[in-house]
């Protein structure tokens, strides 16, 4: 897909790895809707960045505010990507060392926020894209979702989280299968461990730890790399229907 002069939408884009693939597509021609709750850090953005981005208050688990960032869009041009990285996750044993169970409300608010957030932004998108004239593949726009490790390695506590993440996983060749029709494709990508904000924030012998299992490099991920990965997935039309491992060769262990 062509980005230079087109439009793409973002979510979680006011941190992290949404911030880095806004700030990439931007970059590369594209005006941006940034999709995201965090008006006090959007405006920030919003000012650095002038007309290239428009922020739109958005939880990714309602249609209408989805409906209302797609309704920005189309005023800006023809939606023709979309990197979709809001979520969360918690920590909690399927049963807590007291015997506890796990809270079934928590286990549902993740589920909602990461796999039926997706979905809703997946197919919204999807309809608008469909509307595109297509390229000179037949196609009309890509979408990437993200994972995570976690879907195939989950550790002690991910019960949420890895099932939200192998939700999307499962969603992806689904997904790329039922909107080939219209022209849209979809990959997913899985990241290992990133130096996202977040993660700048726990402790050097925790972040130690996590590090120890990659294979090289001896590092965590950098959002800028996550970004890169995006845009070469919107840009590469042969690219449908995959999950890619952005990991440095990690293997989660049990904890």
Known sequence: MELEGNVALVTGAASGLGEASMRRLVASGARVVMCDLNEERAKGITDELGDKVLFVKTDVRSED??????????????LVGVVHCAGAGIAARTLGRDGTPHPLDDFRKIIELNLVGTFNVLRLTAATMARNEPNESGLRGAIVNTASIAAFEGQIGQIAYGASKAGIVGMTIIAARDLAAVGVRTCTIAPGTMFTPVMALTPEPMRDHLVASVAAPKRMGAPEEFAALALHIIENDYLNGETIRLDGGNRFPAK
Do not use: I
């Open 65 to 78: 505010d989805v409906l209302a960032a797609l309704g920005a869009a189309e005023g800006m041009g023809e």
